[in-house]
């Protein structure tokens, strides 16, 4: 054999070699389960916009066990019975590395039985009934990092206090929306409030996404309040303002819990000073946030100020961070990195500690992420707690 043939051989082993090594190297694969159609969409389309932006991220630096992350997002409708087929897609037929999103509390029950059967590694967005957080009792691969709803009504009975003893606020209408999200403590909520010195004359459910509110909202006119408090999703939050003015019924403030809002409702006249929870605003002065910020304008060519995008960005870089650290997709190795969990992050500090009422699911972000907001002149105007406040309390929607 000539040397230009041994040149020719070697050079095809080291391209066979090459491409052995490219065939045996698995490519990380997650599922994303998200609500991009129905009355939670405006929630599930924002985080989807903060997950695309993560993978380009997470690739451009090298992707995950040095292969390109590939996830596979799909619409669940915020529904279950679209939820439960997709997640034993996830499990059996994408064969992912771990699931991610799950936005919905009723989803998140759903799940329970699908996820103890081929037990996932989980890192969840959203699904906050403690309902969800009871249903993985004993699971050990369950990451929730949106803040409990018993997280939230903490951070609402203050937001109450506050807006009592500054207005002398003492009645209150709640409106809930009648799945797990709404529903589940909603009389422990009205106990709460009763308890600080507020009188609760008319509280009823709803179904979210129904778009017709009169014959509730007429309902509640009977009882003049000082405020109504509706728990639903981005969907009902129009028809509730809107509805309200045309029968008459006048709190002096709507406070909304919507993860999200509807898309341009700063921009109607009836959105003044409709006040919500967040857990984020693109004016947070945190760095982390303000580099978000900036990735996300360069991608998009606007901004969002829905948490829901920075919340899925950040599930899906420490996720993959995590999955780095432990050099495999063993899930059990990756769990115990992401439990290490130690970020700045565009949400504020995140670290995982035993969650309070099921300490085996390790628990992110609590009540510290929340602040109340106001929309005035197209924005939204932080108002609560003081040290994020840009601008006073306005106390009169009616």
Not at 205 to 216: C, E, I, R, V, Y
Not at 329 to 355: I, N, W, Y
């Amino acid at each position: 054999m000539n040397k230009l043939a041994v040149v020719l051989v070697v050079v095809a082993l080291l391209a066979m070699a090459g491409t052995e090594g490219m065939a045996q190297r698995e490519q990380v694969r997650i599922g994303i389960s998200l609500p991009l159609t129905g009355p939670a969409s405006a929630s599930g389309k924002a985080a989807e916009a903060g997950y695309r932006l993560a993978l380009d991220e997470i690739n451009k630096a090298g992707g995950v066990l040095g292969s390109r992350l590939q996830i596979f997002i799909e619409d669940d409708g915020n529904l279950p019975a679209k939820g439960v087929p997709i997640f034993t897609k996830f499990v059996t037929v994408d064969r992912v590395h771990a699931i991610t999103g799950i936005f919905g509390s009723a989803i998140g029950v759903s799940i329970v039985g699908p996820a103890k059967l081929h037990e996932p590694l989980i890192a969840m967005l959203g699904a906050a009934s403690p309902l969800v957080e009871r249903g993985f009792e004993g699971y050990k691969y369950l990451f929730h990092y949106h803040p409990w709803a018993y997280h939230n009504m903490e951070a609402v009975f203050n937001f109450m206090d506050f807006v009592r003893t500054g207005t002398g606020a003492s009645t209150i209408a709640i409106l809930y929306e009648d799945g797990p999200f709404g529903s589940a403590g909603v009389g422990d909520t009205r106990a709460e409030l009763i308890k600080r010195g507020f009188d609760v004359p008319f509280m009823e459910s709803f179904k979210s996404g129904s778009g017709d509110f009169t014959a509730l909202l007429s309902r509640a006119k009977r009882h003049p309040v000082d405020v109504l408090f509706w728990i639903g999703f981005d969907a009902d939050a129009l028809p509730i303002a809107v509805q309200s003015r045309e029968v008459g019924f006048k709190p002096r403030l709507i406070f909304g819990t919507p993860a999200s809002w509807p898309i341009g409702f700063e921009g109607n006249p009836v959105a003044r000073d409709v006040s919500g929870m967040a857990g984020w605003t693109s004016a947070s002065p945190l760095a982390a946030s303000k580099e978000f910020v900036k990735k996300y304008q360069a991608k998009y060519g606007s901004l969002s100020e829905e948490y829901m995008a920075p919340m899925g960005f950040v599930t899906l870089t420490t996720l993959a961070a995590a999955m780095n650290k432990a050099g495999t997709t063993d899930k059990d190795r990756v769990a115990a990195e992401l439990a290490k969990t130690d970020a700045e992050t565009p949400l504020g500090k995140l670290r995982f500690k035993p969650s309070r009422l099921t300490p085996s699911v390790y628990q992110g972000f609590d009540s510290d992420l929340w602040m109340v907001f106001q929309f005035r002149d197209g924005r939204r105007v932080p108002v609560w707690p003081k040290s994020m406040a840009a601008g006073p309390l306005a106390w009169r929607w009616r």
